[in-house]
């Protein structure tokens, strides 16, 4: 069964350092999204991506976090510096569409500590 | 945008009870409705999904219910097991200020007693 890949799975930081995620969607899969889940909540939207175009970012907070998918394939999310209240779980999923509708798989996650 | 409001936040049942979660959603034009089950420490997983057009949608033991007038949905799972407990999200999609947007629910932790 093809998966969605995300690493590191685990990243401890200090805060103001910078810290990168890296995410490899399933072949094919045109819609890619990076998720926050704090623990204890629902998955938020982050970022979603068309192909290498950003179709929604209206809750990534630009400041201090970027992302990008230059070639439509593997994508980046980065946060710079990083805070206390950054501590989360990132989870990156991949979609295809399907009868209208985009059905999302998730990759295991990156597990972010901010000390 | 979307607001998806899930309850109860924690349930807890007997081995072989029915287990139900209910949700509702803002964006009345909302067309899409998966629920996922997340074990502790693992990735969400789609379960069930439901579209706009279908009232109802069974799969062995779980069923998902869609009330598009009162803009709720629900989780049923009937003859419940231990490794049905964990945590379950609902979601929405909404169509308001762009597609695709899958907004989520709290969850609900789901614990099957013996």
């Known amino acids: 069964e093809a998966e969605v890949a995300q690493s590191p799975r685990y990243k401890i930081t200090e805060k103001s350092q910078a810290v990168a995620f890296w995410c490899d969607p399933i072949?094919?899969?045109?819609?890619l999204y990076w998720y926050r889940q704090i623990l204890g909540q629902g998955p938020e939207l982050l970022v979603q991506?068309?192909?290498?175009?950003?179709?929604?970012d209206s809750q990534l907070p630009k400041d201090r976090f970027s992302a990008e998918r230059l070639k439509g394939v593997d994508s980046t999310l980065k946060i710079q510096p990083a805070e206390l209240g950054d501590s989360a779980m990132y989870l990156c999923a991949s979609s295809y569409r399907l009868s209208g509708a985009n059905v999302l798989t998730f990759g295991a996650g990156s597990r972010l500590t901010v000390l | 945008g979307e607001n998806v409001e899930q309850h109860p936040s924690t349930l807890s049942v007997q081995e072989g009870d029915s287990a139900v979660i209910k949700c509702t959603y803002s964006d009345s034009a909302s067309n899409y409705f998966p629920w996922y089950k997340q074990e502790l420490g693992k990735r969400p997983q789609l379960i069930i999904d439901i579209r706009s057009n279908v009232g109802e949608k069974k799969d062995q033991r779980i069923a998902v219910t869609l009330n598009k007038t009162a803009k709720h949905f629900s989780l049923h799972i009937t003859e419940t097991q231990p490794e049905d407990s964990a945590v379950y999200f609902c979601?929405?999609?909404?169509?308001?200020?762009?597609?695709?947007?899958?907004?989520f629910g709290t969850g609900t932790q789901l614990k099957v007693e013996l």
């Open positions: 991506f068309q192909d290498e175009s950003v179709v929604d």
């Open positions: 072949s094919g899969h045109a819609t």
């Open positions: 979601a929405a999609r909404g169509v308001t200020g762009g597609g695709n947007k899958l907004t």
